[in-house]
């Protein structure tokens, strides 16, 4: 017999479906392949029965609407986030650039951080509440914002009685 992938002479080939596509293969090319599935005398040409359950699951997750604001806590970064970091540092007794090559960064961008004019990264904010001991970020809690007749969501009647 005949590999239908690799043409090699073979004693004895697989059926195989690739892209839907059944091929007579040799075992060194079946890999490529999922093997022929027998159900009753017919073959099965597609995923099973629980796959396809799971893959609509999945589907129905992640079409699902997220609202950003039904979380009630959140951590932000602090608005006096320089000031706080300045201080802490005078207080070590640490100059700009001993404190910015101690957490591996430029003292030009620790004094735009100090002075509010740039907001620091997530990983680097950890890196300086490491270094100096303090904590940087604070807990907001958002409050829901509309109160109207129906149950805290807002309708568009409640939209037009706003002035």
């Given at each position: 017999?005949?590999?239908?992938?690799?043409?090699?002479?073979?004693?004895?080939?697989?059926?195989?479906?690739?892209?839907k596509t059944k091929l007579n293969l040799c075992g060194a090319c079946a890999k490529f392949g999922d093997e022929q599935r027998e159900s009753?005398?017919?073959?099965?040409?597609?995923?099973?029965?629980?796959?396809?359950?799971?893959?609509?699951?999945?589907?129905?997750?992640?079409?699902?609407?997220?609202?950003?604001?039904?979380?009630?806590?959140?951590?932000?970064?602090?608005?006096?986030?320089?000031?706080?970091?300045?201080?802490?540092?005078?207080?070590?007794?640490?100059?700009?650039?001993?404190?910015?090559?101690?957490?591996?960064?430029?003292?030009?961008?620790?004094?735009?951080?100090?002075?509010?004019?740039?907001?620091?990264?997530?990983?680097l904010v950890s890196r300086m509440e490491k270094a100096l001991g303090i904590s940087?970020?604070?807990?907001?809690?958002?409050?829901?914002?509309?109160?109207?007749?129906?149950?805290?969501?807002?309708?568009?009647?409640?939209?037009?009685?706003?002035?």
């Amino acid at each position: 017999m005949i590999c239908e992938m690799c043409g090699k002479e073979v004693p004895a080939t697989k059926p195989v479906f690739i892209d839907k596509t059944k091929l007579n293969l040799c075992g060194a090319c079946a890999k490529f392949g999922d093997e022929q599935r027998e159900s009753k005398g017919t073959a099965q040409k597609g995923p099973s029965a629980q796959a396809i359950e799971n893959r609509l699951q999945n589907r129905e997750r992640r079409m699902q609407t997220r609202d950003i604001y039904s979380q009630k806590d959140s951590r932000h970064l602090r608005d006096d986030y320089g000031d706080v970091i300045k201080a802490a540092r005078l207080d070590k007794g640490m100059s700009q650039e001993d404190f910015a090559a101690s957490i591996g960064i430029k003292k030009g961008m620790l004094s735009k951080i100090e002075a509010n004019n740039m907001i620091p990264e997530d990983k680097l904010v950890s890196r300086m509440e490491k270094a100096l001991g303090i904590s940087l970020m604070e807990n907001v809690t958002y409050s829901g914002g509309t109160s109207g007749s129906s149950g805290g969501k807002m309708t568009l009647q409640d939209f037009i009685r706003r002035e």
